[in-house]
């Protein structure tokens, strides 16, 4: 499998309930948003994965963080996440994955490893 940051939003913006006026409004969020395209090489077998939450993370002076995605449903419509999906042999899937930004930061380095595979890959968030 092939792994690919596509995109990445430090501020992103959500739909919350303000109970003054009575609406949902867009707020920002203390997430970070990131972006990835997932591929299967050609001539792989069938790989299944749902929303991915095998993520690790070190900051800049080596300490890990794990447990670190969350699902955020009101952004669901800015910023869709995985949907669990069955990738054939030269299938390609995009989606969003939610962070709290308290625990991962511009900068620090971000290790996936999905489960039933062997690839991993390592991606240093964006400044």
Same mark, same amino acid.
């Given at each position: 499998?092939?792994?690919?940051?596509?995109?990445?939003?430090?501020?992103?913006?959500?739909?919350?309930?303000?109970?003054?006026?009575?609406?949902?409004?867009?707020? =920002?969020?203390?997430?970070?948003?990131?972006?990835?395209?997932?591929?299967?090489?050609?001539?792989?077998?069938?790989?299944?994965?749902?929303?991915?939450?095998?993520?690790?993370? =070190? $900051?800049?002076?080596?300490?890990?963080?794990?447990?670190?995605?969350?699902?955020?449903?009101?952004?669901? $419509?800015?910023?869709?996440?995985?949907?669990?999906?069955?990738?054939?042999?030269?299938?390609?899937?995009?989606?969003?994955?939610?962070?709290?930004? =308290?625990?991962?930061?511009?900068?620090?380095?971000?290790?996936?490893?999905?489960?039933?595979?062997?690839?991993?890959?390592?991606?240093?968030?964006?400044?």
């Amino acid at each position: 499998m092939t792994f690919t940051i596509t995109d990445v939003d430090t501020a992103p913006q959500c739909e919350q309930y303000d109970s003054v006026s009575g609406d949902y409004v867009l707020a =920002k969020q203390d997430l970070i948003a990131i972006e990835f395209d997932v591929s299967a090489e050609a001539g792989s077998a069938p790989m299944s994965f749902g929303s991915p939450d095998w993520f690790r993370a =070190k $900051d800049p002076d080596g300490y890990v963080t794990d447990d670190l995605t969350i699902m955020a449903p009101s952004c669901d $419509d800015t910023y869709p996440d995985f949907t669990d999906s069955k990738l054939m042999a030269g299938d390609k899937h995009r989606g969003w994955v939610m962070f709290q930004s =308290k625990k991962i930061q511009p900068g620090d380095q971000l290790t996936i490893q999905w489960p039933y595979s062997t690839t991993t890959a390592v991606f240093t968030i964006p400044q």
